[in-house]
């Protein structure tokens, strides 16, 4: 007898052919819920003899498959560790040379630009005293403890730059930068902003261009003090501070960059306030009077 | 007759049996990623080569899996497939992995998938799987492409990041439609895709 029997294990519906239907025609169950039956009504185990809905077998089942996925997946996490680390090193150096606008990254290899121009990655302490000196390219991972301050010192055409890490939140996730100051520790030379997952075409705006330029030549100090930047929508006039247009559409984001800046920047007050400390005596004078010239025309 | 079933399984996900504008599957991610057409198209992309693979080995599977846990059988692939490709992504094409940042995790919640899996992959061999993976990822590529597409060059002008809309149209008063930027836009261009569809396809419409 060549045909055989079928049950719909779902509603009961029986159906004679060589192989189960593709759809139950009655509750329209798929294949799989279909069971071989003899003449007498009674299940028919496959071949095998296994019974694939026994609790034995679905135990057995889900344990090697779950095996067998974190097996793989800590296979894979392992090999390409390393070569990972080393996309985010390079990625991070690329985002502090990314803050100078003086330096060209378009096709150029990173690791070694930065390893040309930032000369010192410096520890501060809370009073803006620096305590470790470190080598920028052999600790560059290295963690800042509690009441520490990292600041990377760049070295760009002759004239140094201090580099501030930033970190704040946006409307989505988090959102990071680094800003760029000139040697009065004052004016900004450039930034760097970058997002895990701000809105496309309205809150990612933060990383372009046109934004970031907007802060280039900003002033982070008035009067002496450390005042942050704003960021205002058009027409809005900040008091007392430096400020720098919104995104339209990108309210939260703008808002958390100005946060961000405060927050990130205020613990380096006292290290900006210090001009006149490791830059050599001819540096100094110059420094010394941008900061005058500037602190006049705010007054 | 076994080429036009094989033809049938990759093209008619295109047309007549789209995941996104028939099957209406994977609405949500169309929203995320379709504000600029870069996204789209990484997004896109990447959805095809999961559904193709998750496709295959569901389907060389599928005789073993026990019914009653088939969905989280199936949960399981999805998610170590997404996993491995993220992190082969973050390996050797970071950028890449940074521009999709939460998009490839977000697939695996991505509709399509688990509704292939369960729909065709658990009842059809490997081969006709891997082709139907590959029509529905297309499938749903292409409906990413086309909205991507009108709220890029609507809502900002721009199309991959390059000014389309010349200048001279701003100085005399146009003005990008910021509505375009919005989520909800996603939803009202997926629903003219759909009214455009079922004009051309009279036999879709239901009565």
Redesign the interface.
């Known amino acids: 007898m060549a045909t055989k029997k079928y049950r719909c294990k779902v509603c009961g519906y029986i159906h004679e052919g060589d192989k189960a239907p593709?759809k139950c025609p009655v509750c329209q169950a798929?294949?799989?819920?279909f069971e071989l039956i003899d003449d007498n009504g009674k299940a028919i185990t496959d071949k095998k003899g296994i019974n694939?809905?026994s609790n034995a077998?679905?135990l057995a089942?889900?344990t090697i498959?779950?095996v067998v996925?974190a097996l793989?997946?800590s296979i894979?996490?392992g090999a390409?560790k390393a070569?990972?680390n080393a996309?985010?090193e390079?990625?991070k150096k690329k985002q502090i040379l990314s803050s100078l606008p003086a330096v060209v990254l378009e096709g150029a290899d990173a690791a070694q630009i930065y390893a040309e121009n930032i000369k010192h990655i410096y520890v501060l302490d809370q009073n803006g005293e620096i305590k470790k000196d470190l080598d920028p390219v052999g600790d560059f991972n290295y963690a800042a403890g509690e009441n520490e301050l990292l600041i990377y010192m760049a070295e760009i055409n002759q004239e140094t730059k201090w580099i501030i890490p930033m970190n704040g939140k946006g409307l989505w996730?988090a959102i990071w930068g680094y800003i760029a100051l000139d040697d009065d520790r004052n004016t900004v030379n450039g930034v760097f902003f970058s997002h895990?997952?701000e809105?496309?075409?309205?809150g990612a705006n933060i990383t372009t261009t046109a934004f970031r330029s907007q802060f280039e030549g900003k002033h982070l100090m008035q009067n002496g003090s450390f005042a942050s930047i704003a960021v205002m929508k058009a027409g809005q006039i900040a008091a007392g501070q430096d400020q720098v247009d919104a995104l339209?559409?990108g309210t939260i984001t703008s808002k958390g960059v100005e946060t961000m800046l405060r927050t990130s920047i205020a613990p380096y007050e006292p290290f900006l306030k210090k001009v006149e400390t490791i830059v050599n005596n001819n540096q100094t004078e110059t420094a010394e009077e941008t900061v005058a010239e500037e602190g006049g025309t705010t007054l | 007759m076994k080429s036009d079933k094989f033809k049938e399984t990759l093209l008619g996900p295109l047309n007549k049996n789209n995941p996104v504008v028939v099957q209406v599957l994977g609405i949500c991610s169309a929203l995320a990623?379709t504000?600029?057409l870069k996204?789209a198209l990484v997004m896109g992309l990447s959805v095809t080569i999961i559904v193709a693979l998750a496709n295959v080995i569901i389907s060389l599977l599928?005789n073993?899996?026990?019914?009653?846990?088939?969905i989280?059988?199936q949960l399981?692939?999805v998610?170590?497939v997404v996993?491995?490709v993220s992190?082969?992504l973050?390996?050797?094409a970071?950028d890449v992995s940074?521009q999709l940042?939460?998009y490839i995790g977000l697939i695996i919640t991505n509709c399509i998938l688990m509704g292939r899996l369960e729909?065709f992959a658990?009842?059809n061999k490997p081969l006709d799987s891997l082709l139907d993976g590959l029509g529905n990822g297309i499938g749903y590529a292409w409906i990413l492409i086309v909205v991507a597409f009108f709220r890029?060059l609507l809502?900002?002008g721009k199309l991959l990041g390059f000014q389309i809309i010349p200048e001279s149209f701003y100085e005399a008063g146009y003005v990008d439609n910021?509505l375009m930027?919005m989520p909800s836009m996603a939803l009202i261009l997926v629903a003219c895709i759909i009214w455009v569809h079922r004009y051309i396809n009279k036999d879709l419409q239901e009565k």
Do not use: C, H, W
């Open positions: 593709e798929p294949a799989s819920e694939k809905n077998y679905i089942y889900t498959i779950v996925v793989l997946l894979t996490s390409l070569r990972q996309n985010v390079l990625d996730g895990a997952s809105t496309p075409g309205l339209s559409g | 990623v504000v600029q996204p599928r073993t899996i026990p019914n009653s846990v088939r989280i059988v399981v692939v998610a170590a996993t491995v992190e082969v973050k390996a050797f970071y940074v940042s939460v729909a658990m009842s890029e809502g900002s910021g930027m």
